[in-house]
T-cell receptor
Framework: DPKIIQKPKYLVAVTGSEKILICEQYLGHNAMYWYRQSAKKPLEFMFSYSYQKLMDNQTASSRFQPQSSKKNHLDLQITALKPDDSATYFC??????????????FGPGTRLLVL | GQQVQQSPTSLVLQEGENAELQCNFSTSLNSMQWFYQRPGGSLISVFYNPSGTKQSGRLTSTTVIKERRSSLHISSSQITDSGTYLCALTSGGNYKPTFGKGTSLVVHP
């Protein structure tokens, strides 16, 4: 059974619309992360959360808002979508927020295409 | 300029050959991580190695802070090692990793 679930697997959106990417982990971890990978850029760290609180934020735009309704959930809301937002978004989790020290486990990703 | 540079960009090997992947960085280092991305896209943490040498099976990572480089050595490569290897460095106290563009490894039978 998959331990980190990301939904949907594929998502097509219209420019200017809003979407929510879902991430749930069943590893009992306390830290969760979001990363983005596009064809034009290397993998990018976006956010880290620990015990449902924001720890680090590398995303300049406020259009990207993480939402944590439960400890094992970290959704990503994206508003006013732009074609440049097209990318694969990976969710990850780790036992604690030791930063790089903690082994991170990644979800399968949500591939977003903005037209 | 780019903080993290990986070389080579791509590497093609015959099964059984060794691979040496390099990661050079231009900023101060707090931590260095290596990740493996399967051809299908899934990601796996491989090493956390801020300094010195660490080994796990056929994989060995060496980070030399003074020389601002980290390497990943794969011995006796296997077809299943094919994929992209990413290094990521963190500088400063926060966890905000900067990733390299990766080395694409293809191992042929």
């Amino acid at each position: 059974d998959p331990k980190i679930i990301q939904k949907p697997k594929y998502l097509v959106a219209v420019t200017g619309s809003e979407k929510i990417l879902i991430c749930e982990q069943y590893l009992g971890h306390n830290a969760m992360y979001w990363y983005r990978q596009s064809a034009k850029k290397p993998l990018e760290f976006m956010f880290s959360y620990s015990y449902q609180k924001l720890m680090d934020n590398q995303t300049a735009s406020s259009r990207f808002q993480p939402q944590s309704s439960k400890k094992n959930h970290l959704d990503l809301q994206i508003t006013a979508l732009k074609p440049d937002d097209s990318a694969t978004y990976f969710c990850a989790s780790s036992q604690e927020t030791g930063g790089a020290r903690d082994t991170q486990y990644f979800g399968p990703g949500t591939r977003l295409l903005v037209l | 300029g780019q903080q993290v540079q990986q070389s080579p960009t791509s590497l093609v090997l015959q099964e059984g050959e060794n691979a040496e992947l390099q990661c050079n960085f231009s900023t101060s280092l707090n931590s260095m991580q290596w990740f493996y991305q399967r051809p299908g896209g899934s990601l796996i943490s491989v090493f956390y190695n801020p300094s010195g040498t660490k080994q796990s099976g056929r994989l060995t990572s060496t980070t030399v802070i003074k020389e601002r480089r980290s390497s990943l050595h794969i011995s006796s490569s296997q077809i299943t090692d094919s994929g992209t290897y990413l290094c990521a460095l963190t500088s400063g106290g926060n966890y905000k990793p900067t990733f390299g563009k990766g080395t694409s490894l293809v191992v042929h039978p």
